[in-house]
C-alpha cells in the first residue's frame, strides 16, 4: 500500500488496504491456477542446493532487494539472509512502527501453508512442465499473502495507540488471550470471508457476450478461497498482531 505513515494511520484507512490486498491475492491465484502443480519444481535438484522453486525465489528477492523493495517495511523477504544492500537510499520516511516488532517476519509460515493446504486446493495434478513461469506466479501469491499478514503489524499499532490502557495492561501481563480477545472483530472477519468469496465468483468467471453467464464455472474454486481466509490469512494476521503487542512496551 506504500502509505502507511502517521498521518494516515487509522483502522479504517488500513482495512481499506486490506481490502484492496484482497483483489490482489484472489488475482494472484486465478494465475497460479492456471498451472498444474507442477511438483518437480519443488523437488530437491542437483547443482541448485534446494529446489528451482527456492533458487527463482532467492534470485528474484536478490534484484529485488538491490532495487530497494525491502527498505520498505510493509515487504518481508521469504529468504532475507544474505539479501543484497539497495542500490537506492533509504526512503527516510517516518518510523511508524516500535521497532522489535517492525522486524517480525512469519514467512517461513506463510512458505509452509502455501505448500502443504493452499497449493493442493487451488491446482490441479500434473506436470505441464512450465517451471519458471509457475514460480513466478508462486511468488506473487506468497508476496501478496505476506504483505496482507504482516500489516497486522499496523493494525496491531493502530489498536494499540487507540487504546493503550487496556492493550497495556495485557501486554505486562504478557497475556495472549487477552490480547487476542482486544484485537479480536468476528463480525469484521465473517463480512471478510463472505466478501472474497464473491470475488472469487466474479473475478474467476469466464466472460463472454452470450446470454447465459457461466456461473459456476470458476478459475478457482470461491470456497477455497474462503477457507485461506477464515483458516489461515485471518488467523496468521492475527499472529503477527498478537508478536507486535507482546514486544510493543520492550
Ligand atoms: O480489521 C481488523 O481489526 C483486524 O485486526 C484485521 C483482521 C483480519 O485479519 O482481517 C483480524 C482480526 C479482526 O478480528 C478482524 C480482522
Redesign the pocket.
Same mark, same amino acid.
Given at each position: 500500500m506504500g502509505n502507511c505513515s502517521d498521518d494516515v494511520l487509522n +483502522?479504517d484507512s488500513l482495512?481499506k488496504s486490506?481490502v484492496r490486498e484482497e483483489d490482489t491475492i484472489i488475482f494472484s491465484l486465478i494465475e497460479r491456477a492456471k498451472y498444474p502443480v507442477n511438483s518437480p519444481l519443488y523437488d530437491e535438484r542437483p547443482g541448485f542446493s534446494g529446489s528451482l522453486f527456492e533458487f527463482f525465489v532467492k534470485e528474484s528477492e536478490a534484484v529485488q532487494a538491490k532495487a530497494g523493495r525491502y527498505l520498505s517495511v510493509e515487504e518481508n523477504a521469504f529468504f532475507p539472509d544474505n539479501l543484497p544492500p539497495s542500490l537506492l537510499p533509504p526512503r527516510g520516511s517516518q518510523q511508524v512502527l516500535h521497532p522489535r516488532g517492525a522486524s517480525i517476519n512469519i514467512n517461513e509460515q506463510i512458505l509452509n501453508m502455501y505448500h502443504k493446504k493452499l497449493l493442493p486446493l487451488i491446482t490441479s495434478d500434473g506436470d505441464d512442465g512450465n517451471y519458471a513461469i509457475t514460480a513466478d506466479r508462486d511468488l506473487d501469491c506468497l508476496q501478496a499473502l505476506s504483505r496482507r499478514i504482516h500489516l497486522g503489524k499496523f &493494525?496491531a499499532e493502530i489498536k494499540f495507540r487507540e487504546s493503550p490502557q487496556d492493550y497495556t495492561r495485557a501486554i505486562l501481563a504478557q497475556d495472549k488471550d487477552a490480547l487476542m480477545k482486544l +484485537? /479480536?472483530? *468476528?463480525s469484521? *472477519?465473517e463480512m @471478510?470471508k463472505k466478501r472474497v468469496e464473491k470475488k472469487a465468483m466474479v473475478f474467476g468467471q469466464d466472460v463472454d457476450l452470450s446470454e447465459n453467464d457461466n456461473v459456476g464455472n470458476y478459475k478457482v474454486n470461491p470456497s477455497v478461497v474462503s477457507r485461506l481466509y477464515g483458516e489461515w &490469512? @485471518?488467523p496468521l /494476521?492475527?499472529f503477527v498482531?498478537v508478536e507486535y503487542l507482546l514486544c510493543r512496551l520492550d
Open positions: +483502522l482495512r486490506l &493494525v +484485537l /479480536t472483530f *468476528e469484521v *472477519e @471478510i &490469512v @485471518i /494476521t492475527k498482531e
